[in-house]
């Protein structure tokens, strides 16, 4: 464990520093993500951590906008501790601040997505590296016209059982079309942007390549973050991750979830590239299924373990 025998014993999040662990105990005390402190001034800070509590784009199941309450309460037991298996602490090398979160006028569903795309842009023009705690899919929308509007068109590598190309016309509020509406709106390179672990039919792919789950199962780790890593090229890499163990050790749901499971991509989405948006945290199972178990849609047919490219239909 970091040492941490100089600090307070309890609330690191409203008295600790920018680096280093927390004495905390797991059970106890003020929770912020990993206990980092709580602050709106995140200047000088290398991550600045919020969350957006939004789950009113869905068409089945809501409960994610507890999703940042959910994270950060889960993320207690890794406040202080090295990470396994690297070993690294990563608040001895990264200045790191909890936001809080998003504030979101209720009601509005145009002006929660102005207000999450303005909050996120105020952010990241303090040069801090923007964490984002979902939240339905939707929020990744106003949050890659932040991410355009300060680097320009991004690679896009998400982790989902979904490719989230549903059309709900230009303008509409949906949690399965983000990635339509985005490549409608230019923000993502099409050609450098990768989705992994689909395991369900969406009526068209937009152009971007992906790894579907038994692909993914086949790759591996090291196979499936290859892929990834020179997929998305010199584009500014951003991942919405659906799936990922990474923060917290919990299965974040999808609000159509799909039976499979994809223990390799979980574990690749915590070693891979810099991801910015953790959506959900509200487990749905903890079984380890095998990834012949039929699916709640039709499979797509095994293949062989190579990235598949399907063009806008």
Known sequence: MTEASDKPPIDH??????RGGAADPTYAGALSFMRRRYGKDVA??????????FDLSVTNRPGTRFGPQAIRRASA?????PQYPSGIDPFARLSAVDYGDCALPRGDLQGCARAIQAEAAG??????HLVTLGGDHFI????LRAHFARHGKLALIQFDAHQDTWDDGPGGIGHGSFVLEAVREG?????RSLQIGIRTVAPRDCGIAFIDAYEAQELGVAGTAGASASGSGRAPPISPSTLTRSIPPSRPAPARPSRADSAPIRRCASSGRSAISISAAWTWS???????????RRSPPRRSSSITSRRWR
């Open 44 to 53: 000088g800070a290398d991550l600045a951590i919020w969350g957006v509590p």
């Open 187 to 191: 923000l993502i390179d099409v050609e």
């Open 13 to 18: 999040a409203f008295t600790g520093d920018r």
């Open 77 to 81: 037991i890794f406040d202080g501790d």
């Open 140 to 143: 990744t929308l106003p949050l």
């Open 123 to 128: 952010i990241l023009a303090s040069g801090a």
């Open 286 to 296: 903890r079984s380890r299924r095998p990834m012949t178990m039929p699916t709640s």
